[in-house]
């Protein structure tokens, strides 16, 4: 017996005069139709709302309008390839066929995820950018135990410099170097007594990065500048994208360079490479520390750039994913 998907969605006449057609050739060709509605999904309705109905027998697929000779070969042809393939014995065959039948908890779990994968990504990046937050305020109220295993979770992640860093409930909310020439604040090197910091290889860089803050200052958020930046734009852009139903189109991989990575390799970098203590490099490259501002704004360019990217390409798979799924649990319902 054949099977046949039929999308389909309500109220529709070619789907119900396809349908009608099916039923007449029955006898000829014994098959069973599974119906999966398009409007059940919003990649299904995008991708056949205007051209329902859509037939899939075997590997052939016909979309409407669909006359009844046209619907007979297909089904004379989708039957003479069935009865080949069960000559055969393809063990292959068999197995596909069987494993189409059977929905088993790790379908379940992959059709969830990919329904609601967007929502696990806010999630997780609202979490992931929002504890370095927590840690402060832990220490402001006092908590200070479960603030420092947040720093220690963190440090791994990120370099956690207190003059690359933002800072909670002091009197700045940053504290660069002197050498990042911001005039009207306070420099790290002033409020910490912390000095030699512009030599990368110094124990003092040390001590910068262990530097949480106090009731004057404040106290340091686990991530720095930069990274704080990159995932909060992430998420914002997660926020938006499902906000849109998810149509926003993925950016050309050349605009993701030129607005993502040009920029922070360009701030970052450059400051790098400034910093060795090489003569010949410090000719060519002068010495630089990059600003609070600097660091968020390329940040930010990349975090949004990267998720404009990534998104829309995780959910082009994601309705690939589910039309899979969609349409192998319907035709095992029919089965039973």
């Not at 003479?80 to 065959?93: F, G, S, T």
Request: with cysteine.
């Amino acid at each position: 017996m054949l099977n046949i998907t039929l999308y389909t969605k309500k109220d529709s006449q070619p789907c119900e005069q396809i349908k009608a057609d099916l039923q007449e050739l029955q006898s000829q060709f014994p098959h069973r139709i599974v119906e999966v509605d398009i409007e059940s999904d919003v990649a299904l309705l995008s991708k056949f709302g205007q051209i329902v109905p859509v037939l899939e027998v075997g590997p052939y697929t016909l979309r409407g309008p669909v006359t009844r000779q046209k619907l007979q070969m297909t089904l004379g042809a989708a039957s003479d390839r069935k009865n080949q393939l069960e000559k055969l014995d393809d063990p292959v065959y068999k197995m596909r066929i069987e494993k189409g039948k059977k929905v088993t908890t790790g379908d379940r779990v992959s059709f969830w995820i990919a329904r609601r994968y967007l929502l696990i990504l806010n999630l997780f990046m609202l979490f992931y950018v929002g504890l370095p937050f927590l840690a402060p305020t832990l220490m402001k109220v006092g908590a200070e135990f479960p603030a420092q295993i947040l720093y220690r979770m963190y440090k791994p992640l990120c370099h956690q410099f207190g003059f690359r860093s933002f800072f909670l409930y002091g009197e700045q909310p940053y504290y660069p170097l002197a050498e990042a020439g911001l005039s009207g604040v306070k420099t790290f090197e002033e409020v910490t007594g912390i000095a030699n910091l512009d030599d990368p290889y110094n124990i003092s860089r040390f001590e910068a990065r262990n530097f949480i803050g106090d009731e004057t200052v404040g106290f340091k958020v686990a991530l720095c500048e930069r990274d704080v930046a990159i995932y909060i734009a992430i998420l914002l852009f997660g926020i938006v994208f499902g906000l849109t139903g998810r149509r926003l189109k993925s950016l050309h991989w050349m605009l993701w360079l030129l607005i993502g990575i040009a920029p922070i390799g360009l701030d970052g970098f450059s400051q790098l490479f400034s910093q060795f203590n090489w003569e010949w490099l410090a000719s060519l490259v002068p010495y630089r520390e990059s600003t609070p501002f600097l660091r968020a704004f390329t940040g930010a360019l990349f975090g949004l750039a990267t998720a404009w990217f990534a998104y829309p390409n995780i959910e082009e798979s994601m309705n690939e994913t589910r039309q899979y799924y969609i349409k192998k649990f319907a035709v095992s319902q029919a089965s039973e």
